[in-house]
């Protein structure tokens, strides 16, 4: 804790914005990002300890593959996406450090929490709970991090701040394993309070955020858009009312309150797109697809049909510069479907070296998590760097990086999960990481890109709706529920490649679009009925 005290030292004036944007970053800028990438190291700790942990847990609770998938994907993704917009709105309204230092610690607790579960629907609660604390996180840091570093540094800024993810989930299954082994080894028949090594595990990983929380509260909230030039807008005059309004368009059965107070053509429009999604639950379900998780996925798609319907009403320039600009939607598909490849085998990896090699929990979270630290650390870094090069001399040139990492990684993904000795499995996973990560950074900026600074909490927000609708929610299910039926993990994880073309395909239309939507992005915003160097209009969320 020592750095917080010398924290004055690295406070000085941000140096005179530019319009071009040429403006460095202070040093300050570059120790909030440190601090941050620290959250979401812990971030993912907290998220993919389960993967190390899956074979115990799978045991002692009398699950399948399927279930595995459903506890690591759906129940926390769908909520994650759920509650991330409306905390995304308030990180674009309120306190993003405050809001940043609740949310951790939130997901701390829940993820301790986890450690008491004795039964499934025990630990599929406490996971939604980290879904909805850790929703806080990235929605804050991206857009804290766009006002600390100008464009020119925001792919490599975010980049960095990414890392974490494969830093954390790395750190995660070395930290799991060792715990999960040597917890078992020395108390065979439980331990105090008779926990078991992957409920001591979950407790390990939870209680350091809380520590962590009281640093970040230290952390200065920055002027929004001064690094742009742009004028600072005003304060919003109810943060807090204008969420609860967020709540009423996205978190069923709240949703219908929402929409009857948008009129009767939006109540209406409302049921249909309920009566359409509960249509399709209903029919998986009967075709023999377990309820939980079509539920759960129905609940998050109808969720973010009511609140995009809802923000058209209420915001028309956010709406127009989201989900009404189709660059900004093929760069979430795409990205979103790197992440359905990346998710499955983040988490099936570990289970794979386990039941299929014969590994050790700790060797298998020795090898998986410093390959993947090193491989995501590496991937992203140099991705970042590429795509803002690139973007130098073309406005879609992070759109190559997006495309790099659609294709690449797929023989490598085939080389891993198809091997039956250690070898070409932990090569085939450090170079599928490593290839994939890179356009997290390089996707990610570009939606920052695409919207006005008041805006980005509310785009970081539906950008990670595809990492978890599209990949979190749905490829280590998928991927769980093919290996179940086939009797085969192999065969579940190499069925998710039949997604690539459509990932390729929205990343070359997301390249072709992008310039155009950058250029006219403040014409749109005052066609949408407001200027774009200004607040929401007084009213358009209460």
């Known amino acids: 804790m020592a750095q917080v005290a010398d924290q004055s030292k690295f406070e000085e004036a941000a140096p005179p914005a530019e319009p071009d944007g040429q403006a460095g970053a202070t040093r300050y800028g570059w120790y909030v990002l440190s601090i941050l990438f620290l959250v979401y190291v812990l971030n993912f700790v907290d998220r993919q300890i389960i993967s190390i942990l899956a074979e115990d847990i799978k045991r002692d609770l009398g699950l399948k593959d399927q279930d595995l998938g459903f506890l690591y994907g759906t129940a926390f993704g769908v909520f994650y996406a759920l509650f991330g917009i409306p905390l995304g709105r308030l990180a674009d309204n309120w306190h993003r450090v405050r809001l940043m230092t609740i949310g951790l610690t939130l997901w701390s607790v829940m993820t301790a929490v986890s450690g008491l579960s004795r039964t499934g629907g025990h630990l599929a609660a406490a996971r939604i709970g980290v879904g909805i604390g850790e929703a806080t ?41 060792a715990i999960v082994q040597g917890w078992n080894r020395a108390y065979p028949g439980g331990g105090p309070f008779g926990l078991v090594g992957w409920q001591a595990a979950f407790m390990a990983v939870g209680i350091p955020g809380l520590l962590l929380a009281i640093w970040i509260a230290t952390l200065k909230e920055p002027i929004r858009g001064h690094v742009e030039g742009l004028p600072e807008p005003a304060p919003h005059p109810a943060p807090f009312r204008a969420f609860a309004g967020e709540l009423l368009t996205i978190v069923p059965p709240l ?12 109540f209406v429009v409302n049921l249909a797109g309920l009566a359409i999604v509960t249509l399709a639950v209903v029919g998986l379900v009967a075709a023999g697809e377990p309820w939980p998780q079509w539920v759960a996925i129905g609940t998050g798609v109808y969720a973010v049909f009511s609140w995009a319907c809802a923000l058209r ?7 127009a510069l989201i989900i009404g600009t189709p660059a900004f939607l093929c760069t979430v598909v795409a990205y979103g479907l790197n992440a359905f490849l990346s998710y499955a085998a983040s988490f099936w990896a570990a289970p794979y070296a386990l039941r299929v090699l014969g590994a050790t929990p700790s060797s298998a979270g020795f090898l998986l998590g410093g390959l993947g630290a090193l491989a995501g650390f590496l991937g992203l870094t140099m991705g970042g760097v590429v795509s803002d090069r690139l973007r130098r001399t073309n406005p879609a040139g992070r759109l190559w990086v997006v495309i790099f990492g659609a294709v690449v990684p797929v023989p490598f993904l085939c080389l891993a999960f198809t091997a039956s ?9 450090f170079l599928a990481q490593i290839t994939a990560s890179c356009a997290l950074g390089a996707a990610a900026a570009t939606t920052q890109d695409l919207v006005l600074p008041r805006m980005r909490g509310t785009a970081t927000a539906t950008f990670f709706i595809g990492t978890t609708l599209i990949g979190l929610a749905l490829g280590p299910y998928l991927a769980g529920r093919v290996s179940t039926l086939s009797g085969s993990l192999s065969v579940g ?21 992008v310039p155009a939507a950058e250029a006219s992005r403040e014409a749109r915003a005052r066609a949408a009925g407001r200027s774009p160097s200004h607040g929401p209009r007084r009213g358009c969320h209460g």
Request: aromatic share 12%; hydrophobic share 50%; net charge positive.
């Open 421 to 429: 000795v250690p070898l070409p499995f932990y090569a085939g996973i």
């Open 255 to 266: 949703t219908l309150i929402g929409a009857a107070m948008g009129g009767v053509g939006a």
């Open 313 to 319: 009403r209420r915001d028309p320039p956010t709406f």
């Open 493 to 513: 994880m190499l069925s998710l490649l039949v997604s690539v073309p459509i990932t390729l395909a929205t990343a070359v239309a997301a390249y072709r679009l």
């Open 137 to 177: 996180a990235s929605p804050s840091a991206y857009s804290l991090i766009s006002d600390y570093f100008p464009k020119r540094l925001r792919a490599t800024a975010l980049s960095i701040y990414s890392a974490g993810l494969y830093v954390g989930g790395g750190c995660s299954l070395f930290i799991g394993g």
